[in-house]
């Protein structure tokens, strides 16, 4: 999961999202050291655009989970990343 977090900072590549996402779904569990790259890893996310679900992303995935992401992006991602937040 870190290597895969510290690509995402470094390539800002949709496909390290996803796999972040993959590993999360799978029980992996998502670790920051400090806010710094929390903060930094969130605003990258937020700027995935359209284009990166429907192309890049797109370019590598089955057409139903293609749809599927297209349609919620990466709403579990995201909900785990505020529970990180909001967890004292």
Sequence with gaps: MKNKIDAFL???E????????FLLRRG???HF???GPFLDFQR?????????????????LES????YYVRH????LKEKLAQMVSTP
């Excluded at 949709?14 to 996402?21: A, L």
């Excluded at 284009?51 to 992303?57: D, E, G, I, Q, S």
């Design 10 to 12: 470094t390539r800002r």
């Design 14 to 21: 949709i496909r390290d999202c996803f796999d972040i996402e």
């Design 28 to 30: 992996v569990e998502l």
């Design 33 to 35: 050291k400090d806010q």
């Design 44 to 60: 990258k996310l937020d700027r995935l655009t359209e284009r990166n679900f429907k192309v890049k992303l797109g370019s590598i």
């Design 64 to 67: 139903d989970l293609r749809d």
């Design 73 to 76: 992006t990466f709403s579990y």
